[in-house]
């Protein structure tokens, strides 16, 4: 068995076979679906005309709000509209859906919709929202030790703010569905979702129908990263409504520009903060205030915010804590999910914080990392114990694999000479909490249908979106019964196979769909070992194959077997131990179990067990477990232009151990990159509320010119992670938080600015906004620059 | 006259002919919804992101290398005469091709969305380089954007690929059968029409005077790279519509005496290997132009025609004194580029007239000492914020002359005459420096957008200038 079995859709990738939502063919009858939205940011509808764009051959309806059944949805809070009643609250909120029986007339048919708004005043900046505690959801707080008294003794303080911007998912398949009608009013939705049973649930309240009535197929995203965790769901509801109104397939595919447009991103964070620490770098207290910017509407803000507050720690023991949190509410699309939830938004700040203290204290931002990192059997400000010594290794490791003492040096003799551009060197750190803080999220199941050639299929509640989880669950299906991988196929998510499924978020998709497909297996691997022990027992006469159909040989009760813990499965072949040289294929056992009435069905399921989190006290065990990683990043940035080069980052991970290393080292590669497009280029830039960089030729991901041009990532060799299945840890969310590395080096490297006109670097810390783009660097270089 | 009411072109070794409605659609729709190849996806639909990326080769072009173009946006008649290959069209009797067996292998795809772009970028690299580098991984790939892998397998995959197994693309299919009509069919007029449009593609200079004169509003299309976003960003081009790919004078590239001649229908990617060696700092420059598939079908005549204030190549191309060439009904003219260009997107341009090429310049490079700049959000493949070129003879430390051009500084790129005026004739030192500084502070009037605030934008094109004097001058 391969240890990095190839992606199960590699082949098809590459060929061009792999079928998005927009690749299916074509039915008879089917219509194109596409959403008119708000061009303000706030405004009261005076009056929606539709009759010209009705009125056009190709158009066959034209939808608002008075169409559904119930107009209202929000994965936590219920307070979103679908479709805008009376006022609209943001650049892109949808007001119509219009079905067109051709793909090319909707720039046509939105022209002709006329649309009266009286403007309403709207309050765009996250600054003035906090002002107005223009807010969502209450103010949560986590507290440990006496944090006033604490910050008045401490032998230096520091205080100030960091202002973290947003970020565009930019999956490359923007948000599509397709709805079938089926019979009886049923619906079969084929989407590009991460929730496939949010998606089934809400399309049967919007459209007055029971849950039994829709049916939510996901077969693959072209990526998401949290976009599609809940905002998927009003463009299935969407397509739906059109399946419904006109009993034809309905089809939305939004354009990458509309969907920049109209969709949520990363919240926005400004955090305030006041942190003593004493001479030698060593924190003793942290007060932080958080404020998030939720867009229009809750959508998952407010638990965002929880797990932005349960990682403001970050890796480090801070003995008086007190953290505050509150989703603020601005006319802006509604911010959402996306790789990390809150997690990066409380780690730059801490992180920040270090490399600040570090300038203050000059002294090397690695050693107070050191001092301050977690010990084993530490508690976190919210009350779990840190049960490993993984942290102090990796950064020892780190330490010495970079020989990061050489290269701290050759840095500063860069600087030190006459060049064009100058240097910075951080390590950052992350430990990322494992689980939703949502306590009954965290569960889920699998059905694993074993056929009588020996093949399997299994289902689960986990969706793919590149992330390989379908392959992990394959590998560990396969192991189980230790058969060739290619005879595991995990197959489409389906609501009707597996249904009130969690969403593939909060990079447990693996942890719990592995978890549960290899229960199922298991109970399935009793049974045949069980009919396996009987076989072996039994004349070779009495095998079903040639006796079944007569009924001469008296059937297997499996009930009654003895002793089956000794049958082995082993490539494809299945034994007892005491007699190994009589084996039988696991094609025939198969067989043979289903000739004597052997259920080669089973349905598993899993939850992560001791965990609790109380969101009002803000105490509690939230996490399964914890990855944990380093990172040390070097940048260069020109003296001219402020223009930034990573030029190398060293990335050491603890992943336990990996189902499949290739596919995890993908994810880190992947998600580092991700992240250092948040804290450098990607600048979401608004104009009245309306997005101004809403395509990739004015918002700018990484390019493959754009990575570290020394581009290293090791895997930890951790033996004593037995917690997860199969020892594995999560991988999804976490390397992307190790991105601020890049961020914080550029913070280094303009604490050794030293204009042409200046004699010595400033020791005041540089204040820096997330992301650190071009022009901000540059403007900073001017501030220094007396 | 004889007239074609089809454009030929062969998809996958097939042999097709667009006509009508078809022919109007971008090449990706063609391809995704009337041939059923969906592998070929769409993302952004404005060539920024690279994932229908097909591979192109003209029939009547010198070179039988296939070229990676964006499918998104190229109008489907643009593909006449052409062959065209697809992601479908990589494997053989289901055997894959060795970039999309070391994709595989090497973890290159995750959500797949981006694949079957990369695995056709990387075709066309192998297809017309030798010695890969991981750096020249990256230039074939600036043109490709993945959001999953951060890159690295993609490379990984690149230089896994044994070289000596990569078979050349022309050998996928028996080419010489497909293209018999190929030679009459060039020989014929384009004419097609649906609905109210017309497309219309003569085979000489005076039939496209003509028709311009007829229907002063047509569109001419070339790479469409620009043209092709705004079409599917809703803009309408209007109903006429012309391409001059059949004219053969339009693909002119020479060097006369110390002038660079580039006819309409060059693309940037055969400026650029044309350049090398002749105007080593432009051809570097055009590296940070865009994209290996933009340029691949982008025109530097395009490029000017488009008259965007921030277009790359306008700051040098003022610099190194260029002429562009027109034809009318009246016959040939030229006129040179400063006064060429009037304003913000506009021309000395009659109605019957169209650019059939540049002229330029190309400096002594011993005796000359020259920069061109470009700032940007991010490096490659992006839209400046802005940028500049500086051209200057020097003797010792004395300024013999001077051309200084930045585009993105207003309505219009500018050549700074004045500030040329005043370091001409001068010795090389601080004051002079800060003269000049002021004298452009005070040419420049920026504004402030996406790209960057009025303010970055007047201190950088002083940093521009200061940067030059200090690396190259200097120097």
Redesign the interface.
Known sequence: MSK?A??D????????????V??R??VQGEVFVDVFYSPIAHGKIKNLDVSACLAMPEVLGVYTHKDLTHNLWGSIFHDQVFLAEDRVQFVGEPIAVIAATK?DVF?AAKAKINLEIEELEPTLDLQKAIDAKFFIGPSRTINRGDVDSALASAPNKLKGDIEIAGQE??????QASIAYPKEDGQIEVHSSSQHPTEVQHLIAEALGLRHHQVVCVVK??????GGKESQAAPFAVFASLVAQKLNRPARLIL???DDMIMTGKRNPFKNFYEVGFDNTGKITALKAELFSDGGAYADLSTAIMERAMLHLDNAYFIPNFRVTGQVCKTHTAPNTAFRGFGGPKGVATIESIIEDIAVFLKKDSLEIRKLNTYQKDQTTPYGQKIEDTVLPQLFADIENQTQYRQWRTDVETHNAGNH?TFRGLSVTAVKFGISFTTRFLNQGSALVNVHLDGSIQVSTGATE????VNIKIAQVVAECFSIPIEDVKVMTTSTEKIPNTSATAASSGSDINCQAALTAAQGIRERLAKVAKAMLERPKSWRGKPTAGAGTAPEIQTETVQGWETIEFQNGKVFDKSKPNETIPFSELVLEAYLNRQSLTQQGYFKYPGIFYNKETGQGNPFFYFTNGVAASEVSIDR??G?VKVLRTEILMDLGRPINE??D??Q???????GMGWVT?E?L?Y?NGRL??N????Y????????PRV?N?KLMDNKLNTRNVRASKAVGEPPLLLAISVWSAVKNALSYYKPKTVSAVSSTPVKLKIPA???QI??KM?ELTP | MKFRDYVVLTINGKTRKISGEQAFMPFS?LL??EA??????V????G??G?CTILHRRHSSESEKFQAINSCISTSFLMDLSHVI???G??HNNH?SE???A???N??????????GF?MALSSMYENTTGITEQK???H??G????????????NAAMAVDTKKVAPLKSCYNYSSLTENFVSAANLPVKITFGEKEFFAPTTLEMAAEYKKQHPSVRLFSGATDIG?QIN??KNPGVHLMSLHLIPEMYDLRQEGDQIKVGARVNLNALQKFLEGKSPKFAEFLNIFASPQIKNAATLVGNLANGSPIADTTPYLLTADAIVELFGSSGARSVALIDFIKGYKSFDLTDDEFITGIRFNVPNTKASKIALFK?S???????S?VNSSFIFKTQNRKIESAKIAYGGVGPKALRLFNVEKALEGQEINDALISKAKKLISESITPIS?????A??RS??CL??F??FVE?TLNS
């Open positions: 990095s190839y992606h859709s590699g082949r098809s990738y590459v060929t061009g076979s792999a079928e998005y927009d690749d063919p074509l793909r720039h998912h930019f999956y490359l398949e923007s693959r995203m072209g990526g998401a990263f354009t990458k520009d064009s979106m590149g992330q390989g001219w232009t223009e290739a596919i080292h993908g880190v590669t992947g998600a580092f990159i991700q280029t600048n830039f104009k101004l960089a395509s990739p030729s004015t700018k991901i990484p390019s493959i010119q754009d990575i581009f990532c783009t071009q022009e540059y403007m001017k | 729709s995704r919804y059923s190849l969906t592998g070929t996806k993302v952004c639909a404005e920024d992101c994932a697809s992601v479908e990589l494997a894959l970039v999309q067996d994709m595989i292998k973890f290159g795809g995750q959500c797949g969305f981006c694949t079957p695995v991984v990256k230039n790939l600036t490709n954007l993945c959001r999953c892998t951060g890159y690295q397998p993609i490379i976003v960003k809703g700032v959000q991010r490096r490659d493949l992006d839209i914020c957008d996406l790209r960057g605030s303010e970055f201190k950088i940093d521009l200061e940067r690396e």
